[in-house]
């Protein structure tokens, strides 16, 4: 007869001291020897940790490399865990996966080769256990695990032998704790506000939403596309809302750069008249005629840097507005390379003084 089984979604998170690690995933052996030792770990808190299967995966990530819609890692895992209880079926044990020529066994557990960039590292781990036992253990670990679950040195020593890794601390977390830790880490950087599109890709990642963010920045979560979509403003649609363009400009770039560090696909929406530019990931307004002379004034703001460029070329003038900054040095490279149009810099978002609206700046 099949047992029905149960996952629990744990993690080991290490405060480290510095972040050039010698490498983010550990040889079969060395996780093999590193399982042995969060087992002991894991045993002091949860006595009943000797009637489950323990998997342990030797990549090192980041929390937001971890914390991503439907929690890949871990779903990796129980994939793995399934392979394999299906060829021998279930018995306590404790299982480790390892790196062969420095890859995983499966892509969802392979950490970036790139260094960390910040100072607290994540392993994955795995509890399957009986459903009968289930509802009892993971009660015992989500009240006792953060508080009671640290990391002694033998598994800390390994780290740091084997990745290079100096760490002042581990602790043995559920996934619940990390998710509540990383919300702790954006609140103390002022990102508090975003808080809400992370936190529901990770817990309700099955249902559309839509978000009301700061700056009155507005975006939706796509269910079945699994992407959020971001509604874009340019500046003079942004002056018609009574909107304030440099703080909106700056929500919309830490909604970005959050949604990119946490592996989440977006996409930028915008209403006429502006329309998106695939090939140079901007959007393009296109204003009419005007009678300026030919030109490109490059809208720049001492708080936010590059706001858009515009335009003027035969007697017609529109802005641009880029969505990544990696993009912006090609586009201002083919905007200048191709014209003999004078370029003015401005250190301000230069506008008409009655309409408030965008507008090229007058040649030097």
């Known amino acids: 007869m099949n047992q029905t089984l149960h996952h629990i979604r744990l993690a080991v998170g290490l405060e480290i001291e510095s972040a050039a690690l010698t490498g983010r995933a550990l040889d079969r052996d060395r996780a093999s020897e590193l399982a042995g030792h969060l087992s002991a770990d894991l045993a002091r808190v949860l006595p009943e940790a000797d009637q489950t299967l323990l998997t342990v995966t030797a990549g090192l990530f980041e929390p937001n490399e971890l914390l991503r819609p439907g929690l890949p890692a871990w779903q990796g895992m129980e994939e793995l865990v399934a392979n394999l209880l299906r060829q021998s079926g279930f018995r306590p044990q404790v299982m480790a996966f390892g790196a062969r020529n420095a890859r995983m066994p499966h892509a969802a557990l392979q950490p970036p080769d790139s260094s960390p960039l910040g100072r607290f590292i994540v392993l994955p781990l795995l509890l399957t256990c009986p459903l009968e036992t289930a509802e009892s253990i993971e009660s015992t670990l989500e009240r006792e695990l ?67 963010l700061p700056a009155q920045l507005t975006a939706r979560w796509q269910a079945e596309e699994q992407r959020i979509d971001i509604q874009f403003l340019g500046h003079d649609q942004a002056v018609d809302r009574e909107i304030d363009y440099v703080l909106w400009t700056r929500a919309f770039r830490t909604l970005a750069a959050l949604l990119d560090a946490h ?65 912006t040095g090609r586009i201002e490279h083919q905007l200048t390379g191709r014209r003999s149009a004078p370029v003015i810099r401005c250190d301000t978002i230069n506008t008409d003084p009655d309409t408030r609206k965008l507008a090229p700046a007058a040649c030097p």
């Open 146 to 212: 953060f508080e009671s679950g640290s990391i002694d040195p033998p598994a800390r020593a390994l780290l740091h032998e084997h990745a290079g890794m100096d760490s002042v601390h581990g602790q043995l977390l559920t996934a619940n704790d990390l998710i509540a830790l990383q919300h702790v880490q954006l609140d103390s950087a002022g990102l508090g506000g975003f808080w809400p599109v992370i936190e529901q890709l990770l817990l309700a990642g099955h249902a559309d939403h839509d978000f009301e």
């Open 263 to 327: 592996g989440v696909s977006w996409q930028a929406r915008a209403d006429a008249p502006l329309t998106f530019d695939a090939t140079g990931q901007m959007m393009i307004e296109t204003t009419g005629k005007t009678d300026r002379p030919d030109s490109l004034t490059v809208h720049q703001h001492p708080d936010i840097g590059l706001v858009a460029w515009t335009v003027v070329e035969d007697g017609r003038m529109m802005h641009l507005y880029p969505l990544h900054p990696r993009a």
